[in-house]
């Protein structure tokens, strides 16, 4: 199982640690923006002896510290003949002189030594906020936290640009997953997850570079049992009943004035900068993509329709039946159709958006004085346009 790519810290600036930074329940310790965190750490050579006085106060009060680097002297000239001496009187409180290891002191523990931070966190019998086990067998996902009141809220982000499926354990003690969907705000729950004695363990798939937060607010009743192999994870949504490829046609609309809008059949999607047609590969603007499909009425019964564009170059709005399903600008481009469609036959419009990148080239334009100009015109063409397989899609 892996835990993420980068271990979660924050560095708390010294004159912030003196004013905030408290002693809660449980020995976290945690900051008036809500902020908590299980272990205080200690890795520079220098530090304000007014700053190692205020951990000294945290440590007694309950805090857990890690001195994994011993500071020996304060990094500016003020009061520098008592400065580190105060240092060292604070040090020997914290019994940084021990044997490596976890040592108690006042109401807190102090972990000296350098080591791993696995190793730290074993030591502390810690388990990892957040570990996961893909299925690919390849890491892919990095994560946040913080808590709400009884709230435990992550925010798990896959950092690859392609879908990952993955099997994620939570360090939360027996309460039910939430997903929580960045983009639009949803909130569904998790229909898959287990309760274990100091984890919840939730199956998800992300789409690429995708993200969605898992929240944990009410009390898990029932899931203990083991979580079955080969189940749908949360985060996948529908099953494809239809593919969309047949010809199109396409509106084009040049964004730049005095540019003719122009319009071409095409027998399958493609990207404009790959086209012969040195229109296409210099246009910048939106494209009208036209077509129709059929929704037999006996299908309309099912609870949720979707419309999933594929891969889409740079953003897209979809219109069924002339009103709009909504913007979509990043993976999965998948937007929900359901109170749109109608029995029998669908209008559909998808509109399609890119940047100028592709105009600027052809036509060696380099503004001045605008955030493009570093681009300079040596790039290659980017990807433009609908790529698909526009699917539709439905679930329960």
């Known amino acids: 199982m892996w835990t993420a790519r980068r271990r979660r810290r924050d560095v708390v600036p010294g004159d ?4 905030q930074l408290k002693v809660q329940p449980g020995g976290r310790v945690g900051l008036a923006n809500g902020a908590s965190y299980p272990v205080l750490a200690i890795a520079n050579t220098t530090i304000a002896p007014e700053v190692l006085q205020k951990i000294v106060q945290l440590v007694n009060a309950g805090a857990t510290l890690w001195l994994r680097t011993l500071p020996r002297q304060s990094p500016g ?31 807190g523990r102090v972990i000296v030594g350098e080591m791993p931070v696995k190793d730290m966190l074993a030591r502390l019998g ?37 879908w990952h499926r993955a099997e994620c354990a939570f360090r939360v003690a027996d309460k039910q997953p939430e997903l929580w969907n960045p983009l639009t705000g949803e909130i569904s729950p998790c229909p898959q997850y287990q309760v274990g004695k100091d984890t919840v363990r939730v199956p998800l798939q992300l789409p690429p570079n995708g993200s969605t ?14 979580l079955a192999k080969n189940l749908a994870p949360a985060g996948a949504e529908g099953v494809v009943v239809a593919t969309l490829a047949e010809s199109w046609r396409i ?22 900068n790959e086209s012969t047609d040195a229109r296409l590969q210099a246009f910048a603007g939106s494209a009208s993509y036209l077509t129709t ?40 481009f ?26 600027r080239l052809a036509n060696k334009y380099l503004p001045v004085e605008h955030a493009w100009s570093a681009r300079g ?16 899609r439905v679930s329960e």
Request: glycine share 6%; hydrophobic share 40%.
């Open 16 to 19: 912030l640690l003196t004013a």
């Open 77 to 107: 000239w003020k009061d520098c003949s008592t400065a580190d001496q105060t240092i060292a009187r604070c040090l020997k409180e914290l019994g940084a002189n021990q044997p490596a290891g976890v040592h108690v002191v006042g109401k």
């Open 126 to 162: 810690l388990a990892p906020a957040f570990a996961y086990t893909p299925d690919d067998g390849q890491p892919c996902l990095d994560y946040n936290q913080r808590q709400d009141g009884d709230t435990e809220i992550y925010f798990v982000a896959n950092w690859k640009e392609a």
């Open 213 to 226: 937060f898992v929240v944990f607010r009410k009390k898990a009743e029932g899931h203990r049992e083991p």
């Open 251 to 272: 509106q084009f609309n040049p964004a730049r004035v005095g540019l003719v809008k122009f319009e071409t059949n095409a027998p399958a999607l493609f990207l404009w």
């Open 293 to 332: 499909f059929a929704t037999p009425h006996s299908a309309l019964r099912t609870p949720h329709w979707s419309l999933d564009l594929g891969a889409v170059h740079d953003l897209a709005e979809v219109f069924v039946n002339g009103k709009s399903a909504g913007v979509v600008w990043t993976a999965p």
């Open 334 to 359: 998948r937007v929900d159709v359901t109170r749109l469609l109608q029995s029998g036959t669908n209008a559909l419009e998808i509109r399609v958006v890119n940047t100028w990148h592709n105009w």
């Open 377 to 392: 015109l040596k790039e290659p063409r980017l990807p433009a346009g609908l790529l698909g397989p526009v699917t539709v």
